[in-house]
């Protein structure tokens, strides 16, 4: 199984709410990632985990809050977002943050922010 | 600094003709090399890489990529361009040594007309 799988694949959320964004894997992969993705632009990394545990933090605002429960979860906690934040978020994995493994994509989760 | 420039933003050819996909970067460590391709409001998926073993890669779909370190390009290409190919296309570069990072290239938009 060489599937990431994102859920919900749609959101919309107030600018108040708290929601959250789940990422999974069964590859055995040690790596997770959050990216960003605005239309017509390439992935921005986010956040790496690296066996479980926060290896970067592309400055991200602390709005955005990842967590790593197990090697095969990645999460992604938002709270109090602004409507710039609208965009697809991607997660991936790799075997591990070496630089000739690839990375997995799971589809996205496509967030609106009102 | 690792920095990756594709050369054409969008690219039109018609179907059953070559394809080419220009990119360039600059490394001042080993790197790896990979091109990835995004159907609209899709995620990632990876068509090849190069990790330092042979020049020529083959990847899936029929494309590959010449890597040439004289002339530091990774281009893609394909003989014959089909309907499905229409996509966006991102070459990215990772490093291991002095810290993990991915960075994305602007991405080529791909058009193939029938």
């Known amino acids: 199984d060489t599937e990431v799988t994102q859920t919900p694949k749609h959101l919309v959320m107030g600018m108040t709410n708290k929601k959250s964004l789940k990422c999974e894997q069964h590859?055995?992969?040690?790596?997770m990632y959050w990216y960003k993705q605005k239309a017509k632009k390439p992935p921005e990394l986010m956040f790496v985990?690296?066996?479980?545990?926060?290896?970067i933090n592309e400055s991200v605002p602390s709005r955005f809050s990842p967590e790593c429960p197990n090697s095969s979860l990645l999460n992604l906690h938002l709270h109090a977002l602004q409507p710039e934040d609208s965009a697809l978020y991607l997660c991936?994995?790799?075997?591990?943050?070496?630089?000739?493994?690839?990375?997995?994509f799971g589809p996205g989760t496509r967030l609106t922010v009102t | 600094a690792q920095s990756v420039t594709q050369l054409d933003s969008h690219v039109s050819v018609s179907e059953g003709t070559p394809v080419l996909l220009r990119c360039n970067y600059s490394s001042s460590y080993s790197p790896s090399l990979f091109w990835y391709v995004q159907h609209p409001n899709k995620g990632l998926q990876l068509l090849l890489k190069y990790t330092s073993a042979a020049t020529l890669v083959k990847g899936i779909n029929g494309f590959e990529a010449e890597f040439k370190k004289s002339e530091t390009s990774f281009h893609l290409t394909k003989p014959s361009a089909h309907m499905s190919d229409a996509a966006e296309y991102f070459c990215?570069?990772?490093?291991?040594?002095?810290?993990?990072?991915?960075?994305f290239g602007a991405g080529t938009r791909l058009f193939v007309k029938a």
């Open positions: 590859m055995g992969h040690r790596a």
């Open positions: 985990y690296s066996y479980e545990k926060l290896s």
């Open positions: 990215v570069v990772t490093r291991g040594t002095g810290g993990f990072k991915t960075i």
């Open positions: 991936a994995s790799s075997e591990a943050t070496i630089r000739f493994y690839e990375q997995y």
